[in-house]
């Protein structure tokens, strides 16, 4: 008899149903001993390394019964344990910001591809912003640090067996900037089928019948990788205490000096092990990870975890007021003690996916930000939003390429120009996906200063120096086209119909 996710739902547990699981886990042992054994050699080693990972994850999905919180028992956090980043920042420029930042690591997540944008290879290669890549902005952004403050930052990169290869090539061309950097990877873990929860893989290969076997098992997993890469005690050695960890994608998330400096001014018996910078939510953010209390403790709640019932309470924005933007500062010492005691206990995420041929499976998956239940004196800070601008669509790439942002020593700042601080809602449709059809639909990125909304759709295209004010819509029907001319400009103006300039 097979065992189904159907079985392991509800609370209870026959004893039946702990034989069938039982027996299951046992069958999986089996399954990935065959896996190791049909390549041997230095693949093995390291797969065996990081099927010791799947295997824990998968007795717990195994051992799960029923929600992982409890609705009742959430509370909001109390205040002193949400801290407002402005009263931070009053505290003025510390002394010692060298030393501070000497015993600071920068780590980002780059395990993911640009496929959602159309493009091949790491999405950390993708230009951005004056024809420089997330990962140019990023060791530009350090080596400012370490040649403003003569300090010595390194950037650790955690890549996926995805970006690993391509972003290894790339790295050559930092040789010679003031910014030491290191790689490691996340762990290969096989997809199982949804229905006999076991590996689809026939060996390990990556390729052939094998390439859509296996997946990176989400970014919870930088405290299991970061520690058996041996990096972590690498630079504990040298004196590094924290590190800031963020997605690759969000041009926001640069190091703050001020947040850097509440943290190393702790008493050391009153030391924050871990500091998740949250924002306030806006209507666009309802399905983001929101800090609540649950029993005496900060936690993460991510909306896989919320009952069915409460969705729509947890989307409130009344209720639930900010959101993980998954900025992260970590002690390195209490990462290394919860390795080693093994009580990093992070909610398992089961994301199904539906591979090209029909067949369902199933990710199991974890997330960084899950582990702040873990930590000692575990904090959120209330950041701008300025420090959340995530690149996950052309509709976000077409505000950091345009007028709105200035860039300097890889940082992106609002410009001055602009009358109001926040930014606009620009929604691009699907003639806009991929990256190079977006370049090409734009002769130059349009003025943006005074844009409030810009909504636009079908076959479109803008001229030069175009210039897009208040509410813009412009939508062109199946079969027609609309090209905006040179120098428009456009100030709560609805484009619709066909308007095709034509060289003659």
């Known amino acids: ?99 501070s930042l000497n015993k600071l690591v920068v780590l980002k997540l780059n395990g993911g591809l640009g496929t959602s944008m159309g493009c091949k290879g790491p999405k950390s290669l993708i230009s951005v912003s004056n024809d420089n890549t997330f990962l140019d902005l990023t060791v530009q952004q350090i ?40 790689t490691f990877n996340q762990s290969r873990y096989p997809r199982i089928n949804k229905e006999s929860l076991l590996p689809i893989a026939s060996d390990l290969g990556m390729k052939g019948a094998n390439a859509d076997a296996w997946y990176p098992p989400g970014h919870g997993d930088i405290y299991a990788s970061f ?26 998330a640069t190091v703050d000096l001020s947040i850097l400096h509440h943290l190393m001014s702790q008493p050391a018996s009153r030391r924050c092990e871990f500091i998740m910078e949250v924002t306030n939510k806006t209507r666009s953010d309802v399905k983001g990870g929101t800090l609540i209390q649950y029993e005496d403790h900060l936690r993460l709640l991510e909306i896989a975890q919320v009952p069915k019932d409460h969705v729509d309470e947890f989307k ?17 010492p209490a990462i290394k003690r919860l390795q080693q005691q093994n009580t990093l206990d992070l909610e398992i995420i089961v994301n199904p996916k539906s591979l090209d041929g029909g067949l369902n499976v199933i990710q199991l998956e974890t997330a960084v930000g899950a582990a702040i239940k873990c930590f000692d004196n575990a904090l959120g800070v209330n950041v701008p939003r300025s420090r959340f601008l995530p690149v996950k669509t052309s509709s976000d790439l077409l505000l950091v390429m345009s007028n709105l942002y200035s860039l300097e020593a890889g940082s992106l700042t609002m ?15 699907s003639s806009f996906t991929k990256v190079q059809d977006f370049l090409k639909r734009f002769e130059n990125i349009p003025d943006m200063l005074e844009l409030d909304h810009l909504t636009v759709s079908g076959d479109v295209t803008f001229g030069k120096n175009v210039s897009l004010k208040g509410t813009v819509i412009i939508i062109a029907n199946h079969g027609d086209r609309i090209d905006i001319p040179a120098g428009a400009v456009l100030e709560n103006k609805i484009v619709s119909g066909n308007l095709r300039i034509l060289d003659h």
């Open 1 to 99: 008899m097979s065992l189904t996710v159907a079985d392991l739902a509800g609370p209870g547990m026959t004893e039946f149903q702990e034989q069938l699981r039982q027996q299951h886990e046992k069958t999986m042992h089996e399954e990935l001993e065959k896996l190791l054994q049909s390549s041997p050699g230095p693949e093995a080693q390291i797969s065996k390394k990081d099927f010791e990972g799947f295997r824990c994850i998968f007795h717990r999905f195994l051992q799960r019964k029923g929600p992982s919180v409890e609705w009742s028992k959430i509370q909001r956090p109390p205040e002193d344990l949400i801290l407002s980043y402005e009263k931070i920042k009053a505290q003025g420029r510390p002394e010692g910001i060298t030393s």
């Open 143 to 182: 080596e400012h640090l370490n040649k403003t403050f003569n300090a010595d930052v390194p950037l650790v990169l955690m890549n996926s067996f995805n970006t690993d290869e391509d972003t290894k090539k790339i790295l050559q061309k930092y040789t010679h900037h003031r910014v030491k950097i290191h």
């Open 227 to 252: 520690h058996n890469s041996g990096l972590l005690d690498t630079l504990l050695a040298q004196g590094k205490e924290y590190v800031f960890v963020s997605n690759i994608d969000n041009l926001g």
């Open 316 to 332: 409130s924005v009344t209720k639930f007021k900010i959101f993980n933007t998954n900025n992260l500062w970590i002690s390195l």
């Open 415 to 429: 410009s001055k120009k602009r009358e109001f601080p926040s930014t606009p809602h620009v929604k691009l449709g």
